[in-house]
Nanobody
Framework: QVQLVESGGGLVQAGGSLRLSCAAS????????MGWFRQAPGKEGEFVGA????????PYLDSVKGRFPISRDNAKNTVYLQMTRLKPEDTAVYYC?????????????????WGQGTQVTVSS
């Protein structure tokens, strides 16, 4: 069992930055691939990015590529989403998720555990 707790969300002006953190419980964090997803009001959820268990592969949603690097610190059981050059269209609830596959997948159904989400609001 893995529990995930996101933090770092908030209100920021367009062009600003936020760093989201996702802290995981359990001693096997390094076995899990980790992903970030988001859901904006009235829209379906979408994949943002992911990182493999080794941190070697990190695919991204095209609209955030180059702006939202993902990293992980297996010693701290934490994965990060560094959000830069934020845009109003990035406003959403952001969720982290863990997959036992250990890979960096964009397929939500492959994730076994989800956090409760953290709100990010970008004002214009």
């Amino acid at each position: 069992q893995v529990q995930l707790v996101e933090s770092g969300g908030g209100l920021v002006q367009a062009g600003g930055s936020l760093r989201l953190s996702c802290a995981a419980s359990g001693r096997t964090f390094s076995d899990y691939g980790m992903g970030w997803f988001r859901q904006a009001p009235g829209k379906e959820g979408e994949f943002v990015g992911a990182i493999s268990r080794s941190g070697g592969k990190t695919p991204y949603l095209d609209s955030v590529k180059g702006r939202f690097p993902i990293s992980r610190d297996n010693a701290k059981n934490t994965v990060y989403l560094q959000m830069t050059r934020l845009k109003p269209e990035d406003t959403a609830v952001y969720y982290c998720a863990a997959t036992r596959t250990g890979i960096e997948t964009a397929i939500a159904a492959l994730y076994n555990y989800w956090g409760q989400g953290t709100q990010v609001t970008v004002s214009s």
